[in-house]
């Protein structure tokens, strides 16, 4: 089992930034792939970015490149989405996951002046 926790979300205005932090604990030794989801009102939840931890290689949603970083914490197990630049349509419910069967509960983000 891996248990997922988010934190770091909020309200920000136009423009602004956030960082949002997943700590990942339980059987991390099995787990190679990490990435953040989210979920706006009335859509499906969709990919933000993921983390393959073996190699390094991240991969972004088209929406989000080159204003959402992800990265990680070996050393605390923290799984980090910094997110700059944000807009109104980036407000959801963010979520992190792992090996794409485990999830967190959730932190919400909304991006309004």
């Known amino acids: 089992q891996v248990q997922l926790v988010e934190s770091g979300g909020g309200l920000v205005q136009p423009g602004g930034s956030l960082r949002l932090s997943c700590a990942a604990s339980g059987r991390m030794s099995r787990v190679n792939l990490m990435g953040w989801y989210r979920q706006s009102p009335g859509k499906q939840r969709e990919l933000v970015a993921n983390?393959?931890?073996?190699?390094?290689?991240?991969r972004y949603a088209d929406s989000v490149k080159g204003r959402f970083t992800i990265s990680r914490d070996d050393d605390k197990n923290i799984l980090y989405l910094q997110m700059n630049n944000l807009k109104p349509e980036d407000t959801a419910v963010y979520y992190c996951?792992?090996?794409?069967?485990?999830w967190g509960q959730g932190t919400q983000v909304t991006v309004s002046s």
């Open positions: 983390l393959i931890l073996s190699t390094g290689e991240t």
């Open positions: 996951n792992a090996m794409v069967a485990y």
